[in-house]
């Protein structure tokens, strides 16, 4: 059987720059993230914000290999990182006095991956 490769120029792109940064930086989260990007769509990750309201405290920077759902509340300041969220979920967070940002945003604020916690 055939393994299937991905399509979309997008995340072929970001996980080649997934491994290149983690190679530059000595830090293995960044190819971890692109090992999870790599499998198939339908086992990527998709938390809501009541995941993230049960697992992590005020200020954490968290990053999610897969997709942001809005639903539940939150109520602490965190920066999520993720490849895809909704927008019920963007409004939520910032409401909340964290952000929201993409995966390169992520890496290039922090090349190392300190402090840097995956949900999904």
């Known amino acids: ?3 299937a490769k991905k399509t979309d120029p997008g995340v072929i792109l970001l996980i080649e720059d997934l491994k290149k940064w983690s190679r530059e930086n000595d830090a293995p989260i960044w190819r971890d993230i692109a090992r999870r990007l790599e499998k198939p769509r339908r086992v990527w990750a998709e938390v809501n914000l ?3 309201a049960l697992h992590v405290k005020k200020g954490d920077t968290l990053i999610i290999p897969g997709k942001l759902l809005g639903s539940g509340d939150l109520d ?5 990182a993720t490849f895809k969220a909704s927008k019920q979920a963007r409004d939520k967070i910032t409401a909340a006095g964290g952000s929201v ?7 290039s604020a922090n090349p190392k991956g300190t402090g840097v916690r995956i949900i999904g």
């Open 1 to 3: 059987m055939n393994r």
């Open 50 to 52: 009541s995941r993230i």
């Open 76 to 80: 602490m300041p965190v920066t999520v």
């Open 101 to 107: 940002l993409t995966i390169p945003e992520l890496v």
